[in-house]
């Protein structure tokens, strides 16, 4: 195994920092929140709202990486994921032990199988424990709402930044105090709060730090 584990609250750079840093180590990138999210869909489309009904539907739920994107049942969602009520709901639905023993399986069988960056929420406690390099992204709450904020407003969306503030803290609040693996940074987890560095510095940091500089 060779891999990479990011881990980080919303809005630290996970996923746009995790591709770039694949990039230039030539290997694969894995989103798993994007799994969590895909699970939200099928949820909310099925009007599968209880944890009994989620728990029945679970095993036949298909879920498959094509390049960086992800299809379920055979249909790529990479989009429909990413509005702020799959946002929610994704959180929602994490805290329950049998979706997250599901996708914990998924994701160690696609780490040994290639040399991956992986990032979410317990990929160097949980998913990775042996991952060669862990590293825990953080920013400070009022970098993260501007972020999203800025993000949401390139796709045209319009939500204030007191509501992504809010949004953002309602959200750690569930990662961080769920029962099951709550979002924390691993003992043996390198700390990088970018709330001052461009995305660009950030990969150089953690380059310098895999490549021994
Ligand atoms: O990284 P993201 O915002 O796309 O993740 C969506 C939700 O999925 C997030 O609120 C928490 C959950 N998640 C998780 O519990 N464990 C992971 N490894 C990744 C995401």
Redesign the pocket.
């Known amino acids: 195994m060779y891999a990479v584990a990011i881990d980080g609250p919303?809005g630290s750079g996970?996923s746009t920092i995790a591709k770039l840093l694949a990039k230039e180590l030539n290997i694969s990138y894995v989103d798993?929140?994007?799994m969590?999210?895909a699970i939200a869909l099928k949820a909310k489309e099925e009007n599968l709202d209880t944890e009994e009904k989620l728990k029945n539907e679970l095993e036949n739920i298909k879920i498959d990486f094509q390049d960086n994107n992800i299809f379920l049942d055979e249909k790529d969602i990479s989009d429909e994921i990413r509005t702020e009520e799959i946002?929610k709901l994704?959180?929602k639905i994490?805290k329950y032990p049998f979706v997250r023993e599901k996708l914990v399986l998924i994701q160690q069988d696609i780490a040994k199988k290639k040399p991956v960056v992986m990032e979410?929420?317990?990929?160097g406690t949980v998913v990775l424990k042996d991952a060669d390099y862990k590293f825990y992204l953080t920013a400070s709450i009022d970098s993260r709402a501007m972020r999203r904020y800025k993000q949401n407003l390139e796709k045209g969306i319009d939500i204030s930044l007191e509501d992504i503030k809010a949004e953002i803290i309602q959200?750690d609040d569930?990662?961080k105090n769920r029962e099951h693996s709550p979002l924390k940074q691993a003992s043996d987890a390198i700390l990088i709060d970018n709330s001052d560095l461009s995305l660009r510095d950030n990969v150089d940091k953690m380059l310098s730090v895999i490549r021994g500089e």
């Not at 979410?120 to 990929?123: L, T, V």
Request: charged share 35%.
């Open positions: 919303a996970k798993t929140g994007a969590y999210r946002s994704s959180s994490s979410g929420r317990d990929i959200r569930n990662d």
